[in-house]
């Protein structure tokens, strides 16, 4: 595959409302731009800059994220179907009300994301930073988890249940009950944050 023009091929998608298919890009930037409802499929983004774009109702199929910056982009009401995200920052985006199906997020800093509202089925998060970020009224299905931060993270209305976070920093996070983390898998350490969270103070 050669490199394509990414600009133009989102340009041309949404005139033609054709999909993108097949296609390699790699060393591009974009800023600052709105491409609603497109279609892109068995495509892979390199060293791909896309800052402040808006791809709200987008679909993305079989796509590979490799060392891009997405930073405080939008994909609300988007679907993600066999997407793989590896060394990637994530910073600040939102995936608001968005589907994740097969999808795996590797090495990527996601601070400040916002997952609210999502469902995720058949997920894998590997050595992410979800600092600060928000998982709230999130519905999970076959959830992988290992060696992530959550420091900070809201779980607002998000049941935890089968959530393994034995290998993950949970210090901080935020839960609107202790119903919500039923459930959950942690190690003997990490319990110490959670009956703090119940209000108990250790002597």
Same mark, same amino acid.
């Given at each position: 595959?050669?490199?394509?023009?990414?600009?133009?091929?989102? =340009?041309?998608?949404? =005139? %033609?409302?054709?999909?993108? $298919? *097949?296609?390699?890009?790699?060393?591009?930037?974009?800023?600052?731009?709105?491409?609603?409802?497109?279609?892109?499929?068995?495509? @892979?983004?390199? &060293?791909?800059?896309?800052?402040?774009?808006? !791809?709200?109702? %987008? !679909? !993305?199929?079989?796509?590979?994220? =490799?060392?891009?910056?997405?930073?405080?982009?939008? !994909?609300?009401?988007? &679907?993600?179907?066999?997407?793989?995200?590896?060394?990637? @920052?994530?910073?600040?985006?939102?995936?608001? =009300?968005?589907?994740?199906?097969?999808?795996?997020?590797?090495?990527?800093?996601?601070?400040?994301?916002?997952?609210?509202?999502?469902?995720?089925?058949?997920?894998?998060?590997?050595?992410?930073?979800?600092?600060? +970020?928000?998982? &709230?009224?999130?519905?999970?299905? $076959?959830?992988?988890?290992? *060696?992530?931060?959550?420091?900070?993270?809201?779980?607002?209305?998000?049941?935890? @249940?089968?959530?393994?976070?034995?290998?993950?920093?949970?210090? +901080?996070?935020?839960?609107?009950?202790? *119903?919500?983390?039923?459930?959950?898998?942690?190690?003997?350490?990490?319990?110490?944050?959670?009956?703090?969270?119940?209000?108990?103070?250790? @002597?």
């Amino acid at each position: 595959m050669k490199n394509c023009d990414l600009k133009y091929y989102l =340009e041309m998608s949404i =005139e %033609t409302e054709d999909a993108i $298919i *097949d296609s390699l890009f790699e060393n591009q930037n974009i800023e600052n731009e709105e491409f609603y409802n497109i279609d892109i499929k068995e495509s @892979k983004f390199s &060293n791909v800059q896309l800052l402040k774009i808006n !791809f709200e109702k %987008t !679909f !993305f199929n079989s796509i590979i994220f =490799e060392n891009c910056d997405l930073s405080n982009s939008t !994909f609300s009401n988007c &679907n993600f179907n066999k997407v793989t995200f590896t060394n990637c @920052k994530l910073v600040g985006c939102n995936f608001n =009300e968005t589907i994740f199906y097969d999808t795996n997020i590797n090495y990527s800093n996601c601070t400040y994301i916002n997952f609210s509202e999502c469902n995720f089925k058949d997920i894998n998060l590997l050595s992410n930073s979800f600092l600060s +970020g928000a998982f &709230n009224t999130c519905t999970f299905n $076959i959830c992988n988890i290992e *060696d992530c931060k959550f420091t900070s993270v809201q779980f607002y209305h998000t049941k935890m @249940k089968n959530l393994d976070f034995s290998t993950s920093d949970i210090s +901080g996070i935020v839960v609107s009950s202790f *119903d919500d983390f039923k459930g959950a898998i942690i190690n003997e350490f990490q319990s110490i944050d959670i009956v703090r969270f119940l209000g108990v103070t250790f @002597k």
